[in-house]
């Protein structure tokens, strides 16, 4: 082995170790800390699962580490779309809180224009009051309830009130219906909202809007490809009928 394919072999190695070992794990950390834990505990079993017959000869942990970040993917954006979900993940860990009697005093509800990370979107900022210690207690819940939509929306302000007035009404309905729930922690007074408990609800989910994107942007392309195809194999042939 000479100079350079030793010095090449050295960068591989470091290169390797800052990916997988320091960097790639904090990635982790961070990703997992803001994730339904349920779907964490789902995916390390399911993972186990499907890798455990390969444990035989070697622990491959490359691949079961893409195993469970694809199927802890697949499973917090089924969580995102479902607020029934989240409330049952809530309550299977936070089986402490107790759910109270509280209020939706108003809502704020206001635009946010598209940005580098995020697409356009409904926002509504929630204040509820619940009794604690014989007190009432005003909490703000920001981004209570959203609606998001495609990165490439655009749409008029009038367009824009109307769906503001739109997330507004379903709120209204929500207070209507009492389908909302308030959770309290006994020991601190900590709590926590949800304002729908329906079963889908895929407007409220970033990830839905993200992956609609990227469909409606790939059959985008997928029609401008085939109308080049099909202009690169007509007109040819036209011409050459045309000249005969």
Known sequence: MNSNE???KKGKG??????WKVLFPIILIIYLIFSPISASILSVIISLLICIPQFKTKIRWKRLLVIFLLLHFSL???YSISPYLQLKDFKLFHWNWKETNG???NQYVKWEEITRRKGPKAIANIQYSFLYNNQIKK???FEAIKIVYPWYFRKTEEKKEKLKNELSQNIENYKKNKAYKIFVNPKNGESKLFITTEKILVSNSSSYSLLMSCVQVFVGIALILAVLWLGFNTIPKLFKKSHQ
């Open 6 to 8: 030793a010095y090449l």
């Open 14 to 19: 470091i290169t390797d170790f800052l990916t």
């Open 76 to 78: 917090t954006s089924i």
């Open 103 to 105: 209020t939706i005093e």
């Open 139 to 141: 909490v703000t819940k």
